[in-house]
Antibody, heavy 124, light 110 residues
Framework: QVTLKESGPTLVKPTQALTLTCTFS??????????VAWIRQPPGKALEWLAL???????RYNPYLKSRLAISGDTSKNQVVLTMTNMDPVDTATYFC????????????????WGQGIMVTVSS | SYVLTQPPSEAVAPGKTAAITCEGD??????VYWYQKKPRQPPVLIIF???DRASGIPERFSASNSANTATLTISWVEGGDEADYFC?????????????FGGGTKLTVL
């Protein structure tokens, strides 16, 4: 059974960096086709994809935020870490990590298991 | 960038059918994914590859995708279906976000 859980600070000050950790179980990130993404949802707004790391350490970033983002994986700890620099109040959101959907021998560009999310507030 | 447009809200009486649309340029050529999101809960994948129900999703949920519109249909709507629904596609691009979500539709069960 795949599970994911986000951890990190719930309050950061403007201009600070945010580091979030996704700790998962039920799969290994270095298994062919696996991927873990970070997605956020500001209060009352839509979901926004931030970054994704694949089993082969290939990484994809939202180009509009790419200069502020870094994603990395630690297969020994079953963790994926997201760092976002220069935080601003508009970055206040619930941040989710999510598992790439693979079903019936095929993988899809979507997410079938999500963590509960962590609400991060950016305020001085 | 690729934009997915959803109506902000839909309202339906219990037992009736809800249809939630997701419009995008030639979306019929893409695989569309639908998520259900309830307050204080993570999104739940309900439809993948435009028309396939995810594991454990009731048959009341179905979807279609053609031309510029994808549609999620919920038959025999129940109170527990009240939630936000998001569509999502993947875009092959180096300059735009690869995973794109619609703005979401809040389904209210009257």
């Amino acid at each position: 059974q795949v599970t994911l859980k986000e951890s990190g600070p719930t309050l950061v000050k403007p201009t600070q960096a945010l580091t979030l950790t996704c700790t998962f179980s039920g799969f290994s990130l270095n298994t062919y086709t696996k991927g873990v993404a970070w997605i956020r949802q500001p209060p009352g707004k839509a979901l926004e994809w931030l970054a994704l790391i694949y089993w082969d350490d290939n990484k994809r970033y939202n180009p509009y935020l790419k200069s502020r983002l870094a994603i990395s994986g630690d297969t020994s700890k079953n963790q994926v870490v997201l760092t976002m620099t220069n935080m601003d109040p508009v970055d206040t959101a619930t941040y989710f990590c999510a598992h790439r959907l693979c079903s019936g021998g095929a993988c899809h560009d979507a997410f079938d298991v999500w963590g509960q999310g962590i609400m991060v507030t950016v305020s001085s | 960038s690729y934009v997915l447009t959803q109506p902000p809200s839909e309202a339906v009486a219990p037992g009736k059918t809800a249809a939630i649309t997701c419009e995008g340029d030639n979306i019929g050529s893409k695989s569309v994914y639908w998520y259900q999101k309830k307050p204080r809960q993570p999104p739940v994948l309900i439809i993948f590859d435009s028309t396939d129900r995810a594991s454990g999703i009731p048959e009341r949920f179905s979807a279609s995708n053609s031309a510029n519109t994808a549609t999620l249909t919920i038959s025999w709507v129940e109170g527990g279906d009240e939630a936000d629904y998001f569509c999502q596609v993947w875009v092959n691009s180096k300059t735009e976000p690869n995973w794109v979500f619609g703005g979401g539709t809040k389904l209210t069960v009257l």
